[in-house]
């Protein structure tokens, strides 16, 4: 699975960014799709995830009620819509995909299989 994220860009803060990451092959549709960010200094950090079914969603407690995971399988592509966007969410966003759909580790980037190149999303206040 190759993964290509893209979406990033500059927002004010309280603004709103939708992410995609579209992947190639025909496996997506069993893959669990997660989104990582990483801020500059610090370590790669889970946002959310989604079942292969898109029927369960995880979130971290940063992000909950603003950010939200989507999939359509039929296009290849998971989504973030980001909302109530903060400086602090500011970094570099990875997607990626989990062979297993359910996984005890699935906020670790160990867990993922599969990484798409990042994309910058920059908020200022």
């Known amino acids: 699975v190759q993964l290509q994220a893209s979406g990033g860009g500059l927002v004010q803060a309280g603004g709103s960014l939708r992410l995609s990451c579209a992947a190639s092959?025909?496996?997506?549709?069993?893959?669990?799709m997660g989104w990582f960010r990483q801020a500059p200094g610090k370590e790669r950090e889970f946002i959310a995830r989604?079942?292969?079914?898109?029927?369960?969603?995880y979130y971290a407690d940063s992000v909950k009620g603003r950010f939200t995971i989507s999939r359509d399988n039929a296009k290849n592509t998971a989504y973030l819509q980001m909302i109530s966007l903060k400086p602090e969410d500011t970094a570099v966003y990875h997607c990626?995909?989990?062979?297993?759909?359910?996984?005890?580790?699935?906020?670790?980037?160990?867990?993922?299989?599969?990484w798409g190149q990042g994309t910058q999303v920059t908020v200022s206040s």
């Open positions: 092959g025909r496996t997506f549709k069993n893959r669990a």
């Open positions: 990626a995909a989990d062979v297993s759909d359910y996984s005890r580790t699935y906020q670790h980037a160990s867990s993922y299989d599969y």
């Open positions: 989604i079942t292969s079914s898109g029927i369960s969603t």
